[in-house]
């Protein structure tokens, strides 16, 4: 048998190796063993927090770069800008930018230490526009 007529069989042979696996898993989700359950209800938490944080000590690293992105957007964009982009109760400075850091922290899934570096990063970048 030639090189290229082995890649052949071998090639079908993995196409239909797949087409078995996922017709057996088409037909387990299809088969639901005649069980008649109610569907879960739905329930929403009372309030979740937009900008979840870690419990853990961040890196220092991490804290640098939470800093520097905060120190960047707020050096860089309007105050109500930001405000609106983060939906800030708090429009004063220190309330948008605690929300700036705490927002970066959670895009880098830092802890709450880093928060208190992005909103201090922010504040130093609104103060030298």
């Not at 239909?16 to 088409?26: E, I, K, P, W, Y």
């Not at 979740?48 to 939470?66: F, G, H, K, L, N």
């Not at 429009?91 to 970066?104: D, L």
Request: net charge neutral; with cysteine.
């Amino acid at each position: 048998m030639s090189r290229r007529a082995r890649r052949i069989w071998i090639v079908l042979g993995l196409i239909l190796a797949v087409g078995l696996v996922v017709g057996a898993v088409s037909a387990n989700r299809a088969d639901d063993g005649g069980s008649t359950t109610e569907p879960a209800a739905v329930t929403t938490p009372a309030e979740t927090d937009a900008y979840p944080v870690s419990s853990s000590t961040t890196p220092e690293d991490v804290q640098t770069a939470v800093y520097e992105r905060a120190y960047s957007e707020c050096a860089s964009t309007d105050l109500a800008l930001l405000a609106s982009k983060y939906k800030a109760a708090d429009t004063s400075e220190k309330g948008v930018a605690a929300i700036v850091g705490r927002a970066w922290a959670s895009y880098f899934k830092a802890g709450q230490d880093a928060v208190a570096d992005g909103r201090d990063g922010c504040l130093q970048g609104i103060s030298r526009r």
